[in-house]
């Protein structure tokens, strides 16, 4: 069964470095998020991407973070000066496409952790 | 703003039947999906509603009223693997896709 596959499962990094988180997306899915789920949180919505451009971010999503889909397959998430308050598990979701009846289908998530 | 309340914790036993509540306030509304999330893991997809009523998957149904703002997810014959997080997502239609909205997660706990 196609998966979403997320590398790496763990990434410990220290204060003010750059991180780059790591997403394959099942493969005729045209719709992509990432999320994050800071331990005993909800899980909270941080971009979505279509047709290579972002279509909503939330406001967590500030400068300090870009998306990319840089070949046909991989779509990542970039962090560009870590924070503490960054440590969470970040989730992948990768859509078919929009409407009823699509649900999206996540990775197993990238833990960081901020030191 | 999005608003999405369920219990925090909820306790059954092995074989019983357990609801789990879900109560939503959004604009945009795109439907309602119901995920479970082991500890440490990815949510998994277990329902989908969109229109009012029962939409049943196995041991699993799922049940919506659009007009309350409610939802509620029941598993029958409770395993000890059905031990999880089960979180209340609402889909909210948005001009570039159709992010989830979800709520803090009702944690089940299923006994002997």
């Known amino acids: 069964e196609p998966e979403v ?9 220290q204060m003010g470095q750059e991180v780059i988180l790591r997403c394959v997306p099942i493969s005729n899915h045209l719709y ?6 800071i331990l005993g949180q909800k899980v909270e919505f941080l971009v979505s991407f279509y047709n290579n451009e972002i279509s909503e971010k939330s406001e967590i999503f500030d400068d300090q973070f ?3 889909r840089p070949d046909g397959s991989n779509f990542t998430l970039k962090i560009r000066s870590t924070k503490l308050e960054d440590s969470a598990m970040y989730f992948c979701a990768s859509q078919i496409r929009t409407g009823i009846n699509t649900e999206a289908f996540f990775g197993q998530g990238t833990r960081l952790t901020v030191v | 703003g999005q608003n999405i309340d369920q219990p925090t914790e909820m306790t059954a036993t092995e074989g019983a039947i357990v609801q789990i509540n879900c109560t939503y306030q959004t604009s945009g509304f795109n439907g309602l999906f119901w995920y479970q999330q082991h500890a440490g893991e990815a949510p998994t997809f277990l329902s989908y509603n969109v229109l009012d009523g029962l939409e049943e998957k196995g041991r699993f149904s799922s049940f919506l009223s659009r007009s309350k703002g409610y939802s ?3 598993l029958k014959e409770l395993q000890m693997k059905d031990s999880a997080s089960y979180l209340c997502a609402v889909r909210i239609l948005t001009g570039g896709g159709n992010k989830l909205t979800f709520g803090t997660g009702t944690q089940l706990k299923v006994e002997l």
């Open chain 1, 32 to 37: 992509f998020y990432w999320y994050r789920q």
């Open chain 2, 72 to 74: 509620y997810l029941l």
């Open chain 1, 5 to 13: 596959t997320q590398t790496p499962s763990h990434q410990v990094t």
């Open chain 1, 66 to 68: 870009s998306v990319e």
